[in-house]
């Protein structure tokens, strides 16, 4: 299980043991870079052990707590501060307290307790597998499966997840018996019974607040000051990423006000209109921080086997081989990397956020027979009204159901026949979700979490975490401190769209301290044109879907449909047919796993 963590902890092993118990840690070294901060990590007596990935930011202080309780310190690294807090708050207090992005698992031999906790937001990865008496977990399914506790049994909803997004989110994995720690959460097990509690939930909108806008954008510049001067404890060198936009603008600004010896990188694929590199470039001169651009290689080959080796389950997010590529470039020079990752979320900087604040508003003054009226005179509207605007009608009367139903995802394997015999009539659960005039009224609430239980913590973080640890680096992302989420959500979203404008508060901010062009920038991101290539560079790629594929022997295409998926693949092949690229050399990987473990055997 160690040796498939070896490249997310390059810089160190240890083991310890109980009776019937086992812990193993790779570790990538940050904080304290003596063997002083080696896990896993045992109490005086070695009775209590942890192991644990993350960074706690705030642990100084909490050090300083516990010195004053009496407890005397043995290394200067954040896993210590976690032990000695267990040991004088207990899993519960403890918890409470932190202030980072963790997962960690706490074994009290007294009490034969295992606790599994998980951060606020979901950042750093934690899953498990039980069965009667036993239980194993890992930062990755690969260490899982090195258990041999994971069976090959492919979770169907799993797989509908796939189809339907690019990834499986948090609520299942692609294996059945495997179970990820939800955010938030402590998983307690104890003589094989499992219970699991919540320990943070973020507070919803504050209708009674009054805050003004300039207010938020004071609080909110201070706090993100706060939060980036937090993320530049390490002992090792750290970086930056820079896009052309106001997230990661926003932080490098921070980083040059907080005159941190820090340089900044850029993923470039240039002659591609998604290339961010010359704005970067401007933003960075203003800044007076130093700056690179990292181009893409795509002249070499398709990078989709780094792509099945750097993350657990099938991931098919494009803008992972920009992490990838900037990762295995930067870590020569660098172990920890800032990005402007999760400004777009709780601060609403996504249109469609934008569009269900509107319809929610639309909603809570439309009568209550109006969804039964749009349903008669909708199909007048077909072909008469842009699909947008039906769109918007749609779940201005329906709520999160009808919102979920305009995803074309797995609808495109329904549509062009695609499907095999193991799907065939199934649908994903989000788009069997009755509309509602209710969720309609709360829609702009219902979508944010949704988004935050599918995209957020099944795409966006595992992209970052995956991509960078497999290079062993540590990435640290301002806008993803809980306590400026909590500001943020408490600030109406009156406030937040501003003007009318998509994450008001942070473009305002920008404006000040970027300049206009940066705030008034379209937003982009991070951006590979992975489709593009696919029919281009990368066309060999498309051979993966040629012939007798796993795809089609395992029941999840129907035999003979892909050779017409590809020949519609010309200019730019359709984000599904990356997706079905990506799944099969995944599935392909594990199969010669399997096939290796059992001739080892």
Not at 212 to 232: G, H, P, W
Not at 265 to 282: K, L, W
Not at 364 to 376: D, E, I, K, N, V
Not at 515 to 539: H, I, N
Request: aromatic share 10%.
């Amino acid at each position: 299980m160690t040796e498939a963590l070896a490249r997310r902890g390059p810089d160190g092993e240890g083991f310890a043991a109980w009776p019937g118990v086992a812990f193993g840690h790779r570790r990538l070294a940050i904080i304290d870079l003596s063997d002083a901060g080696r896990q896993p990590m045992l109490s005086a007596d070695g009775k209590i052990g942890l192991v644990f990935n993350g960074c706690i930011y705030n642990f100084l202080d909490l050090r300083k707590d516990l010195e004053a309780e009496g407890y005397r310190f043995q290394s200067r690294c954040d896993t210590e501060v976690l032990l000695a807090g267990y040991q004088k708050w207990g899993i519960d207090r403890l918890t409470a307290r932190l202030r980072g992005m963790f997962a960690f698992a706490i074994w009290d031999e007294a009490q034969r307790r295992l606790f599994l906790v998980r951060d606020r937001l979901g950042v750093k990865p934690l899953l498990y597998v039980a069965s009667g008496r036993k239980i194993a977990f890992a930062s990755t399914l690969q260490s899982l499966r090195a258990a041999s506790l994971v069976g090959d049994q492919i979770d169907t909803q799993a797989m509908m997840e796939y189809l339907e997004f690019g990834f499986v989110t948090d609520r299942h994995a692609i294996y059945g018996e495997v179970r990820k720690v939800p955010r938030a959460t402590i998983v307690e097990w104890h003589e094989g019974q499992i219970s699991q509690r919540e320990f943070w939930q973020l507070p919803r909108e504050d209708s009674n607040s009054r805050i003004s806008f300039e207010e938020a954008v004071e609080q909110t510049e201070q706090r993100l000051i706060e939060c980036v001067r937090l993320r530049l404890i390490a002992d090792v060198p750290i970086a930056a990423l820079l896009s052309g936009g106001i997230d990661s603008g926003l932080v490098c600004w921070a980083l040059a006000q907080l005159n941190a010896n820090v340089k900044a990188y850029t993923v470039s694929a240039p002659n591609d209109p998604s290339d961010e590199t010359e704005a970067a470039r401007a933003t960075a001169r203003k800044l007076g921080i130093p700056h690179e651009a990292i181009t893409v290689n795509r002249s070499q080959g398709d990078p989709i086997d780094e792509l099945v080796d750097a993350f657990s389950e099938p991931f098919a997010c494009q803008s992972a081989l920009g992490i990838l590529q900037l990762s295995r470039t930067i870590k020569p020079v660098a172990t920890v990397l800032l990005t402007g990752d999760g400004g777009d979320d709780v601060f609403l900087g996504y249109p469609f956020f934008y569009n269900c604040w509107l319809a929610q508003k639309l909603a809570r003054r439309l009568p209550t027979f109006a969804p039964a009226g749009w349903s008669l005179v909708r199909p007048l509207f077909l072909g008469r009204v842009p699909r947008r605007a039906r769109n918007f009608l749609d779940y201005t009367v329906g709520g999160l159901g009808a919102y979920n139903r305009v995803r074309f995802g797995f609808q495109y394997f329904e549509q062009h026949g695609l499907l095999g015999e193991r799907l065939r009539g199934l649908r994903p659960a989000q788009r069997s979700m009755p509309a509602s005039m209710s969720s309609a009224q709360d829609l702009l609430q219902e979508v944010f979490e949704y988004n935050c239980a599918t995209h957020f913590t099944g795409e966006f973080m595992p992209k970052v975490d995956g991509g960078s640890m497999y290079y062993g680096m540590e990435a640290r992302a301002p806008f993803l401190d809980h306590s400026l989420w909590e500001l943020a959500a408490s600030i109406p979203p009156s406030v937040r769209f501003h003007g009318g404008a998509l994450k008001a508060v942070l473009r305002e901010i920008a404006r000040r301290r970027l300049g206009p062009e940066v705030a008034d920038r379209p937003k982009q991101g991070f951006q590979v044109p992975a489709e593009k290539w696919l029919a281009g560079e990368w066309q060999s790629s498309l051979e993966t879907l040629q012939g007798d594929t796993l795809l089609e022997q395992d029941g999840w295409i129907r035999k003979g449909s892909l050779r017409a998926a590809i020949g519609r693949a010309v200019v730019a092949a359709p984000n599904q047919v990356w997706y079905l690229v990506v799944l099969e050399r995944w599935l392909q990987k594990q199969r010669s796993a399997t096939l290796a473990a059992k001739q080892s055997s």
